[in-house]
């Protein structure tokens, strides 16, 4: 079977930092875009960014841009979210996902349906 599991998540303070990973199992991501998205309560699940299969492209949302780092390393199977310079308003259950059909992080990658996800490892930011 195709797993994503995710870990890392934890509880930081403003200012600090977390490392996320992305680890597949039953398959391998390196012909394949991976997302991190993220669903903070009350809110809509949010792109938050995708690497290509090759990390040629990255993409970010604008609201962690310039503070969040994506990056994959196939050898290991596992794509990473660094995380630094944390607010609060970054607290969220973070999700990895990937398409078995994309190599790319289109225009539309946050909304693009996604056939395989990870269970979330959450993360909170106090102030």
């Known amino acids: 079977q195709k797993h994503l599991v995710e870990s890392g998540g934890g509880l930081v303070q403003s200012g600090g930092s977390l490392k996320l990973s992305c680890a597949a199992s039953?398959?391998?991501?390196?012909?394949?875009?991976i997302g991190w998205f993220r669903q903070a309560p009350g809110k809509e699940r949010e792109g938050v960014s995708c690497?290509?299969?090759?990390?040629?492209?990255?993409v970010y949302s604008d609201s962690v841009k310039g503070r969040f780092t994506i990056s994959r390393e196939n050898a290991k199977n596992t794509v990473y979210l660094q995380m630094d310079s944390l607010k609060p308003e970054d607290t969220a259950l973070y999700y990895c996902?990937?398409?078995?059909?994309?190599?790319?992080?289109?225009?539309?990658?946050?909304?693009?349906?996604?056939?395989?996800w990870g269970a979330g490892t959450q993360v909170t930011v106090s102030s």
């Open positions: 996902a990937t398409d078995t059909t994309l190599e790319d992080c289109s225009r539309t990658w946050a909304r693009m349906n996604y056939n395989y």
């Open positions: 039953g398959f391998t991501l390196d012909n394949y875009a």
């Open positions: 690497i290509s299969s090759t990390s040629s492209n990255t």
